[in-house]
């Protein structure tokens, strides 16, 4: 793989291979041609000290090698030095992923849902079908913990496929009830778009519950769109096709390059939580929304705010003619049976006659 192990003999000090790390790290930042396009490449590096951490070669690579994921899994680009914890974390993640490899046969995985709220309505236009673990062993683990684990080890092409049969069948279910009129989404990972079986899954989940036109999103992030650009248009425009709309997550964690959104078969674009957060205190993080809100209605696509939690930033982004929000103002994400009872109440106050007093 891209993986490389260096030998540093005689080193004076941990200080000196902090100096050494940053050398390297800076050689590899400096930008490259390749195919006459400028490419630069991040390095993430972890390092293990001889005979602090070990006296055997084997035993040093594998903590160095510890330190690194350690590093790729806070963020990446960065430098770490093994310490014990890493292998109480290492041991952790080993014990969750045995157990994640049975969780679906013993049924603990279940489904909540996140309204989504039209700001100028209030009304519901739509919810975010986001996947909870209940382990026999563990009690609830959070997805934060365990959904990495799944990527990482491919679980997650199965976990994956039965969150979005598990929502279908959840959608077919509101709509025969007559109380569903707006959109489901499903988060779609990276590794489940390089699945070759992918669309014909989704052909097969979708006719299994008869799902017709706009009635489930796909929701993607900015990695997916930017690895292998040209495959993951064809295969978008593919799952448009079939009547899905395609939402896209966390806009402005990453390369939050608008020019491209053009020539991605895109319907919403969802502005991440850090820049609602920070909305209020940060003239910078407002004018960012405002900026990406009018080029996302340029290019016709609506616009949710996700994490809102405050009265005063729904306040300040309905100025900013925002389309959408998801948040803990109006809800937490919360099992179907609760969702029903929302739906129902929301369906019989728009279907209820309006009173008025005459004097």
Same mark, same amino acid.
């Given at each position: 793989?891209? =993986?490389?192990?260096?030998?540093?003999?005689? %080193?004076?000090?941990?200080?000196?291979?902090?100096?050494?790390?940053?050398?390297?790290? %800076?050689?590899? &930042?400096?930008?490259? !041609?390749?195919?006459?396009?400028?490419?630069?490449?991040?390095?993430?590096?972890?390092?293990?000290?001889?005979?602090?951490?070990?006296t055997e070669p084997g035993q040093l690579i594998q903590h160095a090698d510890l330190a690194m994921y350690?590093?790729?899994?806070?963020?990446?680009?960065?430098?770490?030095?093994?310490?014990?914890?890493?292998?109480?974390? &290492?041991?952790?993640?080993?014990?969750? =992923?045995?157990?994640?490899?049975?969780?679906?046969?013993?049924?603990?995985?279940?489904?909540?849902?996140?309204?989504?709220?039209?700001?100028?309505?209030?009304?519901?236009?739509?919810?975010?079908? %986001?996947?909870?673990? @209940?382990?026999?062993?563990?009690?609830?683990?959070?997805?934060?913990?365990?959904?990495?684990?799944?990527?990482?080890?491919?679980?997650?092409?199965?976990?994956?496929?039965?969150?979005?049969?598990?929502?279908?069948?959840?959608?077919?279910?509101?709509?025969? %009830?007559?109380?569903?009129?707006?959109?489901?989404?499903?988060?779609?990972?990276?590794?489940?778009?390089?699945?070759?079986?992918?669309?014909?899954?989704?052909?097969?989940?979708?006719?299994?519950?008869? *799902?017709?036109?706009?009635?489930?999103?796909?929701?993607?992030?900015?990695? *997916? /769109?930017?690895?292998?650009?040209?495959?993951?248009? $064809?295969?978008?425009?593919k799952i448009k096709a079939l009547g899905i709309l395609i939402a896209l997550d966390d806009f402005g964690?990453?390369?939050?390059?608008?020019?491209? /959104?053009?020539?991605?078969?895109?319907?919403? !674009?969802?502005?991440?939580?850090?820049?609602?957060?920070?909305? $209020?205190?940060?003239?910078?993080?407002?004018?960012? !929304?405002?900026?990406?809100?009018?080029?996302?209605?340029?290019?016709?696509?609506?616009?949710?705010?996700?994490?809102?939690?405050?009265?005063? @930033?729904?306040?300040?982004?309905?100025?900013?003619?925002?389309?959408?929000?998801?948040?803990?103002?109006?809800?937490?994400?919360?099992?179907?049976?609760? !969702?029903?009872?929302m739906l129902s109440a929301q369906a019989l106050a728009a279907n209820s006659p309006t009173l008025k007093?005459?004097?």
């Amino acid at each position: 793989g891209d =993986e490389f192990v260096c030998v540093i003999p005689e %080193l004076l000090s941990a200080s000196h291979l902090d100096k050494t790390v940053m050398h390297i790290q %800076l050689a590899l &930042a400096d930008p490259f !041609i390749a195919n006459g396009e400028e490419v630069t490449l991040s390095c993430s590096v972890g390092a293990s000290l001889y005979p602090d951490h070990g006296t055997e070669p084997g035993q040093l690579i594998q903590h160095a090698d510890l330190a690194m994921y350690s590093v790729k899994q806070t963020g990446r680009n960065r430098f770490a030095l093994f310490n014990q914890h890493m292998v109480e974390l &290492a041991s952790e993640r080993m014990s969750m =992923e045995k157990r994640l490899r049975g969780a679906l046969k013993r049924d603990e995985f279940s489904l909540h849902y996140q309204p989504k709220v039209d700001i100028n309505t209030g009304a519901i236009s739509g919810f975010e079908a %986001l996947i909870r673990w @209940q382990s026999a062993d563990m009690g609830n683990v959070p997805p934060d913990k365990f959904i990495s684990i799944a990527e990482d080890s491919g679980q997650i092409v199965e976990i994956g496929h039965w969150v979005i049969n598990e929502a279908c069948r959840q959608i077919r279910a509101w709509r025969d %009830l007559g109380v569903l009129s707006a959109p489901v989404s499903v988060n779609l990972s990276v590794r489940q778009m390089r699945e070759p079986s992918l669309l014909n899954d989704i052909k097969h989940v979708m006719e299994t519950h008869r *799902i017709e036109k706009d009635w489930l999103e796909f929701e993607i992030t900015e990695s *997916i /769109l930017m690895d292998q650009q040209e495959q993951a248009s $064809l295969l978008l425009a593919k799952i448009k096709a079939l009547g899905i709309l395609i939402a896209l997550d966390d806009f402005g964690t990453g390369y939050s390059n608008l020019s491209y /959104l053009d020539r991605m078969p895109i319907d919403t !674009i969802k502005i991440d939580r850090s820049f609602i957060s920070g909305m $209020l205190k940060s003239q910078r993080d407002l004018s960012i !929304i405002k900026a990406v809100i009018a080029m996302s209605h340029s290019l016709g696509h609506k616009v949710i705010a996700e994490g809102v939690e405050l009265e005063a @930033q729904l306040d300040a982004l309905r100025l900013t003619n925002c389309d959408h929000y998801q948040g803990y103002l109006y809800s937490h994400p919360r099992p179907a049976e609760q !969702i029903q009872i929302m739906l129902s109440a929301q369906a019989l106050a728009a279907n209820s006659p309006t009173l008025k007093l005459i004097k």
